[in-house]
């Protein structure tokens, strides 16, 4: 499907057929009646993972049988155009895909899109490529890559794994991802998924070797003083292995019939690379206000993929994220511009007594409700008439301050003339912030939730 399709891209369907379906209740009634029959909640239990759920454990995902139930529920028209514009592992594309539907998902962070797009690969190319890979094996070991100085990776691999790792990554850029001539850069864009398959399959393998000093903050990723030494034979014969056991995760888990023209871009939620009513439905879930550093994160990937941590490219994307903790260059949006319930929670941050309440930590508030509208109004450009955004939020803490994300989407909805409400929501027991013991130092009690909130476009 090509990007920037005309003002009806994706495939034509009656908005009214989009309506009728669920006109009188509403999505969110349809939706708090399905996920209250089916008894399932978006989180995705850490160590629960399994297949492909566990290629690239997202700590922020929902599981894929919460997309399928969200998408099954929208009653939508055969091959509909399904988006989330913050991807993250892919896991609404994935299921889209495999349910018949144009999936598109956008993510900011390449080693998401890497992930999202290798989990489109179709089971029978999966099978069939471990002759390629060990040609390509067998090549890295009689002819390793010439080691660059200032190569990121090498922060994480010694050296001999390191030139393994490019000459491997060469030889699947230059068989699977050449595009009018131009071997494809994965920092710079999505892979196709074939490609992103092998090199997503290389990426896991070379973890096991690499270096990672963990800390109690497992989103805080840091490469050991000196990366443990190993024989080139021992990364590609890992890697051959995780290749095999993905091929299987593959085969295992679809399909293959009903597949579109499934695409994931490297992209940015406040500026989608889609024309306007495109799109039947989006689920996703936007970062949360918790000030998770998603690219730390994915630090050791990022220095795979050529992005280190020292580079400019590093900091940028760090900054240009959404409910990143660093604070970015342009002034803070006043309070007074935002919908009222926001603004509310914005000015009790401000005028807070603790250090930075008033500078730093309004501003990276601020950022993050500036991105949230920009971003709700992209879905209110995109979706048809009639159609629903559906958002997995949680809410978080400022210090004692509470700050209810999914009341807050709902308000920035409304405040965009769509239909908003919230179809359903869980306790949360179990949340990122709570490794840092200062964080409820200001309040006596803590409970956190997580929510189905639903937007309808008018
Ligand atoms: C909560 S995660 C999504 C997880 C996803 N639902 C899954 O199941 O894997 C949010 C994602 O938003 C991405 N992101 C942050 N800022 C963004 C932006 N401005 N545009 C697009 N994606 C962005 C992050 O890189 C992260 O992958």
Redesign the pocket.
Known sequence: MAVKPNANGGPERPSSAVAESRDSRGLAEVLRQRLQAVDIDAK?RSGTEAGMEAWYP?Y????EEF?AQVIEASNLGPKSTVL?????????TRVADVQGHTAIG????P??TL??SAKLARAQDAIHVTGLAGRLAAHSLSAPATLTSGDPLRKWLCPALTRTYRSIEQGILADLAVRDGAVLSPSAQALPPLAAFLVLALQRAARHFAGIKTTSNPTWLRPKTHAPRHDAEALTGVWLETVRAMAMDLEAAEADAHRTGSQVFL????NLPLGDSAVDLVV?????CTRID??VS?SFELAALGIGDKQPSFDELRR?????PLARRAAAPAAETFPDEVASVLTRIREHPSKASSSYYYKTYAQYFS?SMA?VAELRRVLKPGAAAVL?VQSSYYKDIYVDLPELYVAMGQALDMRASIAAEYDVNRFLAQINSRSTAHRKSTSHREAVVVLEAA
Do not use: E, F, H, Q
């Open positions: 995705r997202y922020a995902g929902y599981t997309a989330d514009p913050w991807n993250g592992c892919g896991t609404t956008i993510d900011i962070n080693v998401a992930v999202a992209g940015d939620a406040r996703t879930s936007p970062p949360y998603y690219v994915t240009t994220s959404m409910g990143t991105d971003s997995v």
